[in-house]
């Protein structure tokens, strides 16, 4: 899976570290996968989960300077690039209790066209409107602020199923994730970390380092980086989120997920 991505990642330029893209390794979403460029952000998507695993963006200064003064616009819309079975239709969300929730966030596209794509539902998973809403909407500003201030930043944000029995809605059964994460890579301190947040009415949010993301998701958002640089997580800007874990895979941090 990991080759056969990186075969393609020349469809993608520039929203990979180090010129990489993400990889996956998970025998139980690996098939059915889809790589697929947009203006400002690339997504892998899944056939079987019916929404992407992960969608990758470059953001610098004038980027987001621009989505600042850009009207949040745009409609939620199918991806007509993927096969009708294999991908979530409007009618899924309908009366599901869940929102459409951005994996690429439209606050960070800085035209229409770029925020029209963020609508679509390859870009989009089921997240409890008090996550959507509240939490990670914060966590999604912070990042900007952080990009605002360090020049720029390689941003990776994707779902987690940490469950033996995975939730679905809508008739394509559609995954719900246990969890939404972003992972940050910031080029000047050369520095990496997570935010992670359970996807739940109440959710809680942490920080872990990218090399347990890895180790709970089977992606891996910047392969390119030194393992080193991905054991600790670095000072991430968000006043409420809890707990930040430094250490190597801390046994309790599995329970985030």
């Excluded at 929203?15 to 690339?42: E, I, K, Y």
């Excluded at 989505?67 to 745009?74: E, I, K, L, N, S």
């Excluded at 079975?85 to 770029?114: C, I, K, N, W």
């Excluded at 987690?160 to 809605?169: E, M, N, P, V």
Aim: hydrophobic residues 40%.
């Amino acid at each position: 899976m990991a080759s056969s991505v990186a075969a393609r990642a020349a469809e993608c330029p520039g929203f990979g570290a180090v010129g990489q893209l993400p990889t996956l390794d998970s025998a139980q979403l690996a098939s059915q996968t889809q790589l697929l460029c947009n203006a400002r952000f690339a997504v892998l998507h899944s056939g079987i989960a019916h929404e992407p695993l992960w969608a990758a963006e470059h953001l610098d200064t004038a980027m987001v300077r621009a989505a600042m003064d850009t009207p949040r616009q745009g409609d939620f819309h199918p991806d007509s690039r993927i096969p009708a079975t294999l991908r979530a239709e409007l009618e899924d969300y309908v009366r599901s209790g869940f929102d459409r929730g951005h994996m690429a966030p439209s606050g960070d596209m800085p035209d229409p066209q770029a925020q029209e794509e963020s609508f679509a539902l390859s870009n989009i998973v089921p997240q409890r409107a008090e996550l959507n809403r509240g939490r990670w909407a914060d966590i999604e500003s912070a990042v900007r602020r952080l990009a605002l201030r360090e020049g720029e930043l390689y941003v990776v944000t994707g779902p987690a199923f940490h469950t033996r029995s995975i939730r679905a809605i809508g008739q394509d059964r559609v995954f719900v994730p246990t969890s939404t994460w972003k992972a940050v890579y910031d080029p000047r301190r050369r520095q990496t970390g997570v935010y992670v947040c359970h996807n739940t009415r109440n959710p809680g949010c942490s920080h872990v380092s990218v090399a347990l993301l890895t180790h709970v998701t089977g992606v891996d958002p910047f392969p390119a980086l030194p393992a080193a640089m991905k054991q600790v997580c670095m000072t991430l800007p968000f006043g409420r989120v809890h707990a930040t874990h430094r250490k190597r895979h801390p046994r309790h941090a599995v329970s985030l997920w």
